[in-house]
């Protein structure tokens, strides 16, 4: 990017694309620390007083007036280093227990909450530059499989206690996954067997820029069933009608 393409307005409001970036190499440097700790079995709870809201804002402030040439050298070290860390799992390491914004979880969902994070930042960045990132199938799949888990994940964090059953079918790649809610969230593929609370079906991409409160979601949800898909739009403060 140019110097005037680094100072541009991203998707995120009152970032810029350097703002970006400055935050998601903070995001790398805190999953392999969440992972290490896993590893050994002391997982962190640095989480528990984190507001999503102003604690990544104070960061960004924070590194203000850092050359981008700086910016980039420092993501770049830090995404080699998650990816190699990523590298030297064995299968077993995928199921020990680490942090992520969700809480104490698997690093499977460590590295998939990794993985949706960069994917819409990264749509945060370019989109706006009139720039538009590949579209792989494989990462969208993972990406709305795990977006259409978040939502209601964080609304079990907010406090709903509610038990309900969201069933997701998707195009470009195709995709369909049910996720049932009851205490916990768990996450299937297929279709559903039996009653469904609420049913989303579209574009893969829309449908997980939607999950991700970055574009309406164009789907009538019953407003007991909110919940399912609201999670993360009551976490950010954002506005429910933007989906």
């Known amino acids: 990017l140019t110097d005037e393409q680094w100072a541009a307005p991203s998707r995120c409001e009152g970032w810029s694309a350097q703002d970006v970036i400055v935050h998601l190499d903070s995001t790398n440097a805190f999953w392999g620390f969440s992972l ?21 804002a104070e960061l960004v402030a924070g590194a203000g007036g850092t050359p981008p040439g700086a910016v980039l050298e420092a993501f770049a070290a830090s995404s080699g280093a998650l990816t190699t860390l990523l590298e030297s799992f064995a299968a077993d390491d995928w199921t020990i227990t680490a942090e992520a914004p969700p809480g104490h979880v698997s690093a499977s969902a460590v590295f998939h909450h990794a993985l949706w994070d960069s994917w819409v930042h990264e749509r945060d960045v370019l989109l706006p530059l009139g720039i538009t990132p590949p579209e792989e199938a494989d990462e969208v799949a993972a990406c709305l499989r795990y977006g259409a888990a978040l939502a209601p994940g964080m609304s079990l964090n907010n406090g709903h206690a509610c038990a309900g059953t969201l069933a997701l079918t998707a195009t470009d790649p195709d995709v369909a996954v049910v996720v049932e809610v009851d205490g916990r969230v768990t996450v299937r593929a297929g279709e559903p067997s039996g009653p469904v609370d609420v049913v989303l079906s579209g574009d893969a991409v829309e449908l997980l820029e939607a999950l991700s409160i970055r574009r309406p979601l164009g789907i009538d949800v019953p407003a007991a069933s909110a919940w399912l898909v609201d999670g993360l739009a009551e976490v950010f403060d954002a506005d429910p009608a933007t989906r």
């Open 36 to 56: 290490a700790a896993g590893r050994k079995g002391e997982p962190t709870r640095f989480l528990g007083t984190f507001d999503p809201v102003t604690s990544p």
